[in-house]
């Protein structure tokens, strides 16, 4: 059952020869969406066209859930049979769940702490296991409380496109209209506005810098319209660490709000130590890229005292999830992508700030304090429990096509780890390490 103004907005898109939400939008608005806000992400829907009551809610969602998810198509059944999973075992659960009210209350219960529900995590609510699904003709729904009042929302596999434009310009309009303060769940509201703009949008030329821009501009406006709150400090953080995402183009604008949320802390909506950690993390990538040097180390120290990055990793992911590179960490190559493991990275980034200003006693310092600053083998031949021949190992290895970034950031990171070794007392390590990076330098790459 869809919501009255989706099935119109949907009817007029259809309707049109050439098929756009921006212009379906402003055929069937109630209102004239001024200029200065038109200018930052189009025109807006007012809100009242699209929130419900929460009996209202529940009944779209439930409603659509149990026609779409209620059976699963024969064309799964041989993929869940694949899974050691039972249709008809299947089958009872969705009966029981649907036609209950223990089910419904447990469906919005859900709904309410995670925000969006596939059938996938349907299925691992009901049997507390993972199973593998194709997205069916109902892929996603979602639902947004804004006070009294919420946000319900469906994505459909037909004309998926349409579907997540509505999605972000419904989150969009929220954020223009409504005081932030109505709004208990920013964070989670912005990350779908993100991935639902970027999937509409992505085909638009020079998207991430227009992007970019508007994000700004959105800041700007509901910062101009609201009171300092906790609201404004997450929605703010949240559009922070999504353009940190682009560092070499948001630098400047970065830095400077950073400075401006570090003002908060004269007020009751300070930032806690979690955000201040997190933002340490991406101003130590922003001046990277902008090769300032004294603040990368001054950073990096900051997050290496006391293990205080480490400390806060867990809980910067769960808030934040795109701040942090999350793969397993590899201590027993050189060779290998440095932007995918938050420590790797921190390391990359210091070394390469500490040899430009030639801080080699300092690097090797920290090379001796920790083996994922380097490779478990190079630490242990640091610390004299292995010697130089041990890395013949490396030497005869024949190393495999390598991804350009892999040949490029492990090149680089050899390189910093060659200049460090050669200005201490590890010159015949540093020969070696030598031969180790001509030998990635000449290695093949890997075809896309």
Same mark, same amino acid.
């Given at each position: ?90 089958? !009872? ?170 003002l908060w802390n004269t007020s009751e909506h300070v930032l806690t130590k979690t955000e201040k950690v997190a933002l340490r993390y991406v101003l130590l990538q922003v001046h990277a890229t902008r090769k ?10 900051? &997050? ?52 430009? &200003? ?5 690097? &090797? ?76 330098? !000449? ?6």
């Amino acid at each position: 059952m869809l919501l009255q103004y989706d099935l119109n907005l949907y009817e007029q898109y259809q309707a049109m020869q050439q098929p756009s939400v921006e212009q379906a939008i402003t055929s069937i608005a109630i209102h004239t969406t001024p200029t200065d806000v038109k200018a930052i992400m189009g025109a807006t829907i007012l809100p009242q066209q699209f929130l419900v009551s929460e009996e209202e809610a529940a009944n779209y969602i439930f409603s659509e859930a149990r026609k779409h998810w209620g059976r699963l198509p024969e064309a799964l059944h041989d993929m869940l049979a694949s899974q050691f999973i039972k249709v008809e075992v299947i089958h !009872e659960a969705l009966d029981d769940f649907f036609y209950t009210a223990q089910g419904k209350a447990r469906f919005l219960a859900y709904l309410r702490q995670h925000q969006t529900m596939t059938l996938s995590q349907l299925l691992q609510l009901l049997f507390q296991r993972t199973i593998d699904l194709p997205m069916l003709s109902l892929q996603q729904i979602h639902l947004y409380p804004v006070a009294n009042k919420y946000m319900v929302h469906f994505i459909y596999k037909e004309q998926n496109i349409f579907w997540y434009a509505l999605l972000y310009k419904k989150i969009y309009s929220l954020f223009i209209h409504e005081p932030l303060a109505t709004m208990p769940k920013i964070t989670g509201m912005l990350k779908q506005l993100n991935l639902a703009k970027k999937i509409s949008y992505a085909h638009v030329d020079n998207f991430t810098a227009i992007y970019s821009e508007q994000l700004k501009q959105l800041v700007a406006f509901i910062a101009t319209y609201n009171p300092l709150s906790n609201a404004l400090k997450q929605l703010e953080l949240g559009v922070l660490f999504i353009l940190a995402q682009h560092k070499v183009h948001n630098g400047e604008w970065i830095i400077k709000k950073i400075k401006a949320l570090r003002l908060w802390n004269t007020s009751e909506h300070v930032l806690t130590k979690t955000e201040k950690v997190a933002l340490r993390y991406v101003l130590l990538q922003v001046h990277a890229t902008r090769k300032e040097f004294g603040k990368v180390i001054s950073n990096a120290h900051y &997050l290496l005292t006391d293990e205080c990055l480490n400390n806060y990793a867990v809980k910067i992911m769960l808030t934040y999830e795109e701040v942090l590179p999350t793969f397993s960490p590899t201590t027993h190559t050189l060779i290998k992508r440095y932007d995918k493991n938050y420590m790797e990275q921190l390391y990359y980034y210091y070394f390469e700030a500490l040899v430009a &200003l030639k801080k080699y006693q300092e690097a &090797l310092h920290v090379l001796k304090l920790d083996p994922l600053a380097s490779t478990t083998l190079l630490f242990r031949i640091i610390h004299k429990e292995e010697d130089n021949k041990a890395l013949n190992q490396w030497q005869s290895y024949q190393l495999p096509p390598l991804d350009v970034h892999i040949q490029q950031q492990s090149m680089h990171y050899i390189n910093q780890m060659v200049k460090i070794f050669d200005s201490t007392t590890y010159k015949g390590l540093a020969r070696r390490l030598k031969q180790l990076s001509d030998k990635v330098k !000449e290695t093949q790459i890997k075809k896309v």
